[in-house]
């Protein structure tokens, strides 16, 4: 399946709520892309105000994240970074899953060639770490069966909404595998390592419910309203500042790599920079005490304190 970006000339007002900033932005993304823009095999990626939305688009096989399929995310990943004004991110799948992960057939040759799966595993895991480390934020939107590699993709995201029909789980033992683009770390990480292990040594699926008990997705809604509930927590997301999210995520993330004296310290330095280098930050202490909604962005902000305003 061949899909080209979308797009749309229509404005998300709801999403963006400041259309002359969007209209700039549309133009800013027209340039970055430049013509037709990419072409994926395996997946869907479309644009809408400040939001990104890729689909695993092989929903016929459950979606499974083959070597196509990954290098179509890895490039997907890159694109969108490279991309001027999108904040957000939707990651789902078509039909009935979000993904059951890797091509088990696909598994069986490569592991005659160890040169090739070597490089397989080092794009799996760049796709991920990509994701873990974009400025936007990316939010697994998990609409059926989420398991192995599926779980794995989830686990990069940094926000996971779930239908009430998902069924989620790690299942590489169930086929003799091990997990091979970070799950096995980053699964205790988020659920702890008692009920990791669980998942990675009896294959059990979880349903939406325990799932979200578990922690591996913070909201579980019926089926139809999927879409909706995760595009409103983009709508909530967009009254901050841009600046700012991206900040706290990266701020978060020092948890994955950094001990905790080292995370705290870089805290300091971080927010330092922040506060006296990002006039959002400034924007939203003015606000308040003028008693009107923040306007974050490049256009319409305070001055910052003990300095005139610009011409």
């Known amino acids: 399946m061949v899909s080209r970006i979308s797009r749309p000339d229509g404005r998300s007002a709801a999403l963006v709520g400041r259309q002359g900033r969007q209209g700039r932005t549309h133009r800013r993304r027209e340039e970055?892309?430049?013509?037709?823009?990419?072409?994926?095999?395996?997946?869907?990626?479309?644009?809408?105000?400040?939001?990104?939305?890729?689909?695993?688009?092989?929903?016929?096989?459950?979606?499974?994240?083959?070597?196509?399929?990954?290098k179509d995310l890895k490039a997907a990943v890159a694109e969108i970074e490279a991309t001027p004004g999108i904040d957000f991110v939707l990651l789902t799948g078509e039909g009935r899953s979000f993904s059951a992960g890797g091509d088990l057939d696909g598994y069986i040759r490569l592991?005659?060639?160890?040169?090739?799966?070597?490089?397989?595993?080092?794009?799996?895991?760049?796709?991920?770490?990509?994701?873990?480390?974009?400025?936007?934020?990316?939010i697994?939107?998990?609409?059926?069966?989420?398991?192995?590699?599926?779980?794995?993709?989830?686990?990069a995201c940094d926000m996971a909404i779930a239908a009430e029909s998902a069924k989620i789980g790690d299942g590489h033992l169930n086929f003799g595998?091990?997990?091979g683009a970070g799950g096995s770390q980053r699964l205790p990480r988020a659920i702890g390592l008692l009920r990791a292990k669980h998942l990675m040594l009896t294959g059990e699926l979880l349903d939406a419910r325990t799932s979200e008990r578990w922690g591996l997705v913070t909201r579980v809604?019926?089926?139809?309203?999927?879409?909706?509930?995760?595009?409103?927590?983009?709508?909530?997301?967009?009254?901050?500042?841009?600046?700012?999210?991206?900040?706290?995520?990266?701020?978060?993330n020092l948890t994955l790599d950094t001990t905790y004296a080292e995370g705290l310290r870089e805290e300091i330095a971080f927010v330092h920079r922040y506060a006296t280098t990002e006039p959002d930050a400034t924007e939203g202490l003015v606000a308040f005490k003028e008693k009107r909604a923040p306007r974050f962005g490049k256009e319409n902000r305070a001055p910052r304190f003990g300095t005139r305003k610009e011409d």
């Open 32 to 70: 970055a892309l430049g013509g037709a823009g990419m072409t994926y095999q395996n997946l869907k990626l479309t644009y809408n105000g400040r939001t990104a939305r890729v689909t695993l688009a092989r929903g016929d096989k459950l979606n499974p994240l083959d070597w196509s399929t990954v």
């Open 111 to 138: 592991y005659r060639e160890p040169t090739e799966f070597q490089a397989f595993l080092e794009d799996f895991f760049e796709m991920l770490t990509g994701i873990e480390k974009a400025r936007a934020i990316w």
């Open 140 to 155: 697994a939107v998990v609409n059926g069966v989420c398991v192995a590699g599926g779980i794995e993709l989830l686990l």
């Open 177 to 179: 595998q091990l997990p």
């Open 221 to 252: 809604v019926p089926d139809a309203e999927l879409i909706a509930a995760a595009e409103a927590w983009i709508e909530r997301m967009s009254s901050k500042s841009p600046v700012g999210l991206a900040g706290a995520k990266r701020l978060a």
